[in-house]
């Protein structure tokens, strides 16, 4: 499940995923994708036909300056053409599972819940059901599924939650997905898009720091920010630019300073760089312990991942 507040680009990150998939582009906003592409079905109930249309020429128009997109690879994107059959009628979704059983696309969007799947999205067992209904798609023909959902509006009880509960509806709709993406609001800068914070929830597989992403409204393509305050880049960023071998102390410290956390037992910034460590993005002298100096690696050098233990005992 995608989800976030109004006027994100949930819709159109999902678009660009797709279009990147039709292009067989070896990777996404950093993330890789399959080797040989992958076919999409777009079920869009809240945007009319023309809309979506019309970001996709502008997505398409920036894919053919940069580079060859044909039409044989746009076709494999499909966008259901009305948006007056709603799937939380058996019989419409019996009939949509056979359609996507014929055209078997990797990757099938519905967007977004609300007027796609169910009338009532604050009931437990009628969204389960829903959820029960869809994992037959998963199973045959085997494709995934993006469910593209909306936040609550903020309120004092929302806004200290975490991204992944923020979402409107029924409890089931946080804990069902095998994966939850959140799109965090961070503002719009001038002249920009809307800046968010992608974050990731998922049941399978290593976990997946989160990203910083903003939207070009010039060509509707999600591009990656420069890391920002808590991410283990940004740390990276603030060593290389001490310059020379510091202690782990004066790196926390510095991390600290810049991002403005607490300058006393510096807990937060001591955690980022035990991230950093974990992911490789930072070496240790002696084991991390002592004088321990730190040094960024290149991207892919081979170490071995420092161990929490390591980072707390400096």
Known sequence: MLHSAAKQGKSMLTLNLALAGAAEWPEFLGFKLPHKGFNTLIYQGEIHERGVFDRAGAMVSHMRASGDFTDTQLSRILVNETRDVRL??????????????????????????????????????????????????VDDPGCAIILVHHDSKPSESTVHRRALQRSRGADVLS?????????????????????????FDGRYGPSIEPTT??????????????????????????????????????????????????????????????????????????????????????????????????????
Request: proline share 7%; charged share 25%; aromatic share 6%.
């Open 88 to 137: 939380d009628d058996l019989t419409a979704f019996n009939e949509f599972v056979k359609f996507v059983r014929w055209m078997r696309p990797a990757l099938v969007i519905l967007d977004p819940l609300a007027h796609v799947l169910t009338e009532n999205e604050n009931d437990n067992a009628i969204v389960g059901r829903m959820f029960k209904r869809l994992s037959t798609m």
């Open 213 to 314: 992403i903003i939207l070009n409204e010039r060509t509707l393509w999600f591009e990656r920010c420069a890391p920002g305050r808590g991410e283990p880049e940004g740390v990276v960023q603030i060593l290389q630019g001490m310059g020379g071998t510091p202690s782990l102390l004066e790196v926390a410290l510095k991390v600290s300073q810049e991002w403005g956390y607490e300058t006393e037992r510096m807990r937060v910034a001591r955690g980022l760089i035990t991230k950093c460590l974990n992911q490789n993005l930072l070496i240790t002298t002696n084991g991390g312990k002592g004088d321990a100096r730190v040094l960024a690696l290149p991207p892919g050098a081979p170490t071995e991942p420092a161990s929490s233990a390591d980072s707390r005992e400096s």
């Open 175 to 199: 804990a069902a997905p095998d994966s939850v993406l959140s799109l965090v609001p961070l503002g719009k800068d001038s002249g920009a898009g809307p800046k968010s914070r992608l974050e």
